[in-house]
């Protein structure tokens, strides 16, 4: 069977299918370059980016702060971002703005308080630009600084009345360099009456680089008047008012200084050299006289020597002053002037020492302050030293010594005689002296002999102890009674010598002699204990004459001999006075009474220093 060939075209007859062909052929005709898809098909959304700035950062309070919101599509083909933007400072919205073309909005903001504040900007996006947010800046608000006003210069001073003066200041600060305007200006002391507003005499400067400004001013009041200056403040800086500076102003146009007196200080009727100069803006002053006025006299010499001598016989701060006659300098007249007043000091010795007590204790601890001393001087604000010395009346310095202007005992005093003397130097600051003999009553002021015993055989409760035991370093043997206890210093108070607390020691009764030295030293101790047993002093009636006590004190003993055995009443102080000689006086309870719980008598044993190892 014989195939048929069939031919088949490739365009499609029909009207649609001729349309499509025609598109596809116009299409490949085109320019493939000039072909863009986003003219064909819409773009976005955008993302964008969104930052906040502050400037300056930190500010300072009441300073304007401008905060800049740039939003910025992160696809450039987006274009530039307009639209609506927030900044806010946590939950509160600061500022409202709209983007200008450049893609960014800025406004003003100013703090009254510093403080570190959180901001934030939000971009509200438009269609197609996606809203966006920047990161959160922290910003620094920080107080105004103080800054310190001085006025550095005032040049000349002295000056003449209704001539100008160059005057200076210096704003200084611990933080930035202050800039801005001051007016310096003629005031009170306080710098506040006449203000700068409202002065008389004033002049106004701008600040350089390093704070300083001055200017020319005016002044117009004669005398002594205060240069001020106030400080307008800046950004940085508060408003500040300097100290006043004081300036002279004269209505002559001579000035007399006197430049030195010597000696300074000095003694009174002592022949003085004052030096003085005269000086004049217009001219030098050759041929006038200057005189120089004290308190006692004066003298005069021509202005080119300079210098003459008075004498002042009138002690403490006196006043000297020189004045000028004036004279013809060339053709301009140069005018009479007269100085400042100096003081000048003239020393004299004082005239008396006192105490300000006239009695004394007979029995006070080791160092115990017994009076004041003063001295009388014409020259009252002296300081004084004073010092113990030998001479007439130096009978009894041995029992004190001076620390300052306290008189100090060693310890106890005799109670015979009834007086006192020791002779006291005073020495003033200029090294001029004067000596007294001075005198003080001893007043026997001792109280009952101590309490040393209790109940023996039962127990008695004693109070918590008030007053500490003082240490001693010394140690009591009685070979006799077979003892060896530790002594201990029983301060003196309000109610004499507490001796409760002495358990196995004996207590030096403090005031008396200390063991082993020059004087009386008494010692006490318990015949019962507190808990009824027997005390260390339990024998002490059964010494006799000649019996060995010793007493060791830093390193050395004191070897003492029983010269007295007696039995005495609680209050006969006798046993207590005080011996020239080293002597040793033990004391006990003896025959207690059970109905008034006290003991009837004491016992005493008295030694003599017989031997020192």
């Given at each position: 069977?014989?195939?048929?060939?069939?031919r088949?075209?490739?365009?499609?007859?029909?009207?649609?299918?001729?349309?499509?062909?025609?598109?596809?052929?116009?299409?490949?005709?085109?320019?493939?370059?000039?072909?863009?898809?986003?003219?064909?098909?819409?773009?976005?959304?955008?993302?964008?980016?969104?930052?906040l700035?502050?400037?300056?950062?930190?500010?300072?309070?009441?300073?304007?702060?401008v905060?800049?919101?740039?939003?910025?599509?992160?696809?450039?083909?987006?274009?530039?971002a307009?639209?609506?933007?927030?900044?806010?400072?946590?939950?509160?919205?600061?500022?409202?703005l709209?983007?200008?073309?450049?893609g960014?909005?800025?406004?003003?903001?100013?703090?009254?308080?510093?403080?570190?504040?959180?901001?934030?900007?939000?971009?509200l996006?438009?269609?197609?630009?996606?809203?966006?947010?920047?990161?959160?800046?922290?910003?620094?608000?920080?107080?105004?600084?103080?800054?310190?006003?001085?006025?550095?210069?005032d040049?000349?001073?002295?000056?003449?009345?209704?001539?100008?003066?160059?005057?200076?200041?210096?704003?200084?600060s611990v933080?930035?360099?202050?800039?801005?305007?001051?007016?310096l200006?003629?005031?009170?002391?306080?710098?506040?009456?006449?203000?700068?507003?409202?002065?008389?005499?004033?002049?106004?400067?701008?600040l350089?680089?390093?704070?300083?400004?001055?200017?020319?001013?005016?002044?117009?009041?004669?005398?002594?008047?205060s240069?001020?200056?106030?400080?307008?403040?800046?950004?940085?800086?508060?408003?500040?008012?300097?100290?006043?500076?004081p300036h002279?102003?004269?209505?002559?146009?001579?000035?007399?200084?006197?430049t030195?007196?010597?000696?300074?200080?000095?003694?009174?009727?002592?022949?003085?050299?004052?030096?003085?100069t005269?000086?004049?803006?217009?001219?030098?002053?050759?041929n006038?006289?200057?005189?120089?006025?004290?308190?006692?006299?004066?003298?005069?010499?021509?202005?080119?020597?300079?210098?003459?001598?008075?004498?002042i016989?009138q002690a403490?701060?006196?006043?000297?002053?020189?004045?000028?006659?004036?004279e013809?300098?060339?053709?301009?007249?140069?005018?009479?002037?007269?100085?400042?007043?100096?003081l000048?000091?003239?020393?004299?010795a004082?005239?008396?020492?006192?105490l300000?007590k006239?009695?004394?204790?007979?029995?006070?601890?080791?160092?115990?302050?017994?009076?004041?001393?003063?001295?009388?001087?014409?020259?009252?604000?002296?300081?004084?030293?004073?010092?113990?010395?030998?001479?007439?009346?130096a009978?009894?310095?041995?029992?004190?010594?001076?620390?300052?202007?306290?008189?100090i005992?060693h310890?106890?005093?005799?109670?015979?005689?009834?007086?006192?003397?020791?002779?006291v130097?005073?020495?003033?600051?200029?090294?001029?002296?004067?000596?007294?003999?001075?005198?003080?009553?001893?007043?026997?002021?001792?109280?009952?002999?101590?309490?040393?015993?209790?109940?023996?055989?039962q127990?008695?409760?004693?109070?918590?102890?008030?007053?500490?035991?003082?240490?001693?370093?010394?140690?009591?043997?009685?070979?006799?009674l077979?003892?060896?206890?530790?002594?201990?210093?029983?301060?003196?108070?309000?109610?004499?010598?507490?001796?409760?607390?002495?358990?196995?020691?004996?207590?030096?009764?403090?005031?008396?002699?200390?063991?082993?030295?020059?004087?009386n030293?008494?010692?006490?101790?318990?015949?019962?204990?507190?808990d009824?047993?027997?005390?260390?002093?339990?024998?002490?009636?059964?010494?006799?004459?000649?019996?060995?006590?010793e007493?060791?004190?830093f390193?050395?003993?004191s070897?003492?001999?029983?010269?007295?055995?007696?039995?005495v009443?609680?209050?006969?102080l006798?046993?207590?006075?005080?011996?020239?000689?080293?002597?040793?006086?033990?004391?006990?309870?003896?025959?207690?009474?059970?109905?008034?719980?006290?003991y009837?008598?004491?016992?005493?044993?008295?030694?003599?220093?017989?031997?020192?190892?």
């Open positions: 069977m014989r195939k048929r060939l069939i088949r075209s490739i365009f499609p007859k029909t009207a649609v299918s001729r349309i499509v062909i025609i598109l596809i052929l116009a299409i490949a005709l085109l320019p493939i370059s000039n072909v863009v898809a986003s003219e064909l098909f819409q773009t976005g959304p955008y993302e964008v980016d969104v930052s700035i502050a400037n300056p950062s930190p500010s300072y309070i009441e300073q304007n702060i905060f800049t919101v740039s939003v910025t599509p992160r696809d450039s083909s987006a274009g530039t307009s639209g609506s933007v927030e900044i806010r400072s946590g939950d509160e919205k600061v500022c409202d709209e983007l200008n073309a450049f960014q909005a800025s406004c003003q903001l100013v703090y009254d308080q510093p403080g570190v504040i959180p901001f934030q900007a939000f971009y996006g438009i269609n197609p630009i996606l809203p966006g947010v920047s990161r959160t800046i922290y910003h620094t608000v920080l107080d105004k600084h103080h800054p310190l006003v001085e006025i550095i210069q040049d000349p001073d002295p000056s003449i009345l209704n001539r100008d003066i160059y005057a200076n200041v210096l704003v200084s933080g930035p360099i202050p800039s801005g305007n001051v007016i200006y003629r005031s009170d002391t306080t710098c506040l009456s006449p203000d700068s507003s409202t002065a008389v005499d004033k002049c106004s400067a701008v350089n680089a390093s704070g300083e400004g001055g200017c020319s001013l005016p002044l117009t009041q004669e005398g002594v008047v240069i001020c200056s106030a400080y307008d403040g800046d950004y940085a800086h508060f408003t500040a008012i300097s100290s006043a500076e002279r102003v004269s209505n002559s146009n001579t000035f007399t200084t006197i030195s007196i010597s000696p300074e200080p000095s003694l009174a009727g002592e022949l003085l050299l004052v030096q003085f005269v000086t004049s803006p217009d001219g030098i002053p050759s006038g006289m200057v005189e120089i006025t004290g308190p006692d006299g004066n003298c005069t010499a021509p202005v080119n020597v300079g210098e003459c001598s008075i004498r016989n403490h701060i006196q006043p000297v002053f020189a004045s000028y006659t004036g013809m300098g060339g053709q301009i007249e140069l005018e009479p002037s007269v100085s400042d007043v100096v000048h000091r003239v020393n004299v004082a005239t008396d020492i006192q300000n006239d009695t004394v204790n007979a029995f006070l601890g080791k160092n115990t302050p017994v009076a004041a001393l003063t001295a009388l001087d014409a020259n009252i604000d002296e300081s004084h030293s004073f010092v113990l010395i030998d001479g007439i009346g009978d009894h310095n041995d029992l004190f010594w001076i620390d300052g202007n306290q008189l005992a310890g106890n005093l005799p109670t015979r005689p009834g007086i006192v003397s020791f002779r130097m005073t020495i003033d600051s200029a090294g001029l002296t004067f000596e007294k003999v001075l005198t003080l009553r001893v007043v026997d002021n001792s109280p009952e002999l101590p309490e040393t015993g209790f109940a023996a055989g127990i008695t409760q004693i109070p918590d102890q008030k007053v500490l035991y003082q240490s001693t370093d010394v140690t009591i043997s009685i070979p006799r077979g003892i060896s206890i530790p002594v201990v210093g029983i301060p003196y108070g309000d109610d004499g010598w507490n001796t409760d607390w002495l358990t196995k020691q004996a207590g030096w009764l403090n005031g008396t002699a200390f063991p082993g030295w020059q004087g030293s008494v010692l006490a101790a318990h015949n019962y204990l507190a009824g047993s027997a005390g260390p002093f339990i024998g002490l009636d059964q010494l006799q004459w000649g019996d060995r006590i007493v060791t004190a390193g050395s003993t070897i003492y001999e029983v010269r007295d055995v007696k039995k009443k609680p209050d006969d006798s046993i207590l006075s005080h011996q020239d000689e080293p002597w040793l006086t033990l004391v006990t309870c003896k025959s207690f009474i059970e109905k008034t719980q006290t009837r008598w004491r016992i005493i044993v008295q030694a003599v220093l017989v031997n020192m190892k």
